[in-house]
């Protein structure tokens, strides 16, 4: 089994910056693609980044390129989102994501995987 807690989320102003957290742990914790997603009230929740556990390579759905950045520190079993120029659209609950599995279908596998509690990101215009 995987855990994962996700931090970092809270009230900002549009055009602000946010970096989320997400601690894995468990015994198979980070060997999985780890991604991120978000749901706002009433949609679906949908997939914003990904990075593969070995080769570190990213992947961003499009509406977020230049704007967020995922990235890890291994040693510390965390994985992060960098939010730049938020807007009020991003406004969301933000989910962590470990995957159990590892082919080329990333956001499939993570969506079948571990999940953790999410974390609120407000932004007001």
């Known amino acids: 089994q995987v855990q994962l807690v996700e931090s970092g989320g809270g009230l900002v102003q549009a055009g602000d910056t946010l970096r989320l957290s997400c601690v894995a742990s468990?015994?198979?914790?980070?060997?999985?693609?780890m991604g991120w997603f978000r749901q706002a009230a009433g949609k679906e929740r949908e997939f914003l980044a990904a990075?593969?556990?070995?080769?570190?390579?990213?992947y961003y759905t499009d509406f977020v390129k230049g704007r967020f950045t995922i990235s890890r520190d291994v040693a510390r079993n965390t994985v992060y989102l960098q939010m730049n120029n938020l807007k009020p659209e991003d406004t969301a609950a933000y989910y962590c994501?470990?995957?159990?599995?590892?082919?080329?279908?990333?956001?499939?596998?993570?969506?079948?995987?571990?999940w953790g509690q999410g974390t609120q990101v407000t932004v007001s215009s």
């Open positions: 994501a470990q995957s159990q599995n590892i082919d080329a279908n990333y956001e499939r596998r993570l969506r079948e995987g571990y």
């Open positions: 468990g015994r198979t914790s980070m060997r999985g693609y």
């Open positions: 990075i593969h556990p070995l080769s570190g390579r990213t």
